[in-house]
């Protein structure tokens, strides 16, 4: 039998491919835009992946099946405090990347500025 993958399996694939196609058209176009939405649309898999594992792990360390991090600790008593959690890593990788794709250029910048003179 052949098992197909799950819906946020294949949203998480689309939303890294795409936003991955973002970040190198706007780094090889040198628009920013195009690299601060690409990093946007990849910190969300990334975020996600990243409140899971680092979950699980702190709470395998705690002698606790997850812990939620950085709110809500070991009982949740909303979802609030789980879609708190996603958004401070989503953020926090929004940013990283970011600022990383942000340097990011060609040369078409450089080469643009020597040519007229500044």
């Known amino acids: 039998m052949i098992s197909t993958p799950g819906i946020m399996a294949v949203l998480s694939g ?3 491919s795409f936003g991955f ?4 058209s706007g780094v090889r176009n040198s628009v920013p835009a195009l690299r601060f939405a690409g990093s ?24 606790l099946r997850f812990y939620s991090f950085p709110f809500g600790g ?5 979802r609030a405090q789980v879609w708190g959690s996603i958004a401070c890593w989503i953020l926090l990788w929004w940013v990283v990347l970011s600022l990383l794709f942000s340097r990011l250029d060609y040369g078409k910048d450089r080469q643009h500025r020597a040519a007229n003179g500044r």
């Open 40 to 63: 946007a649309l990849v910190s969300v898999p990334v975020g996600g992946i990243t409140y899971a594992m680092l979950g699980a792990k702190v709470g395998q360390h705690l002698g």
């Open 74 to 78: 070991a009982d949740l008593h909303s």
């Open 14 to 16: 689309l939303l890294f």
């Open 21 to 24: 196609l973002l970040i190198t």
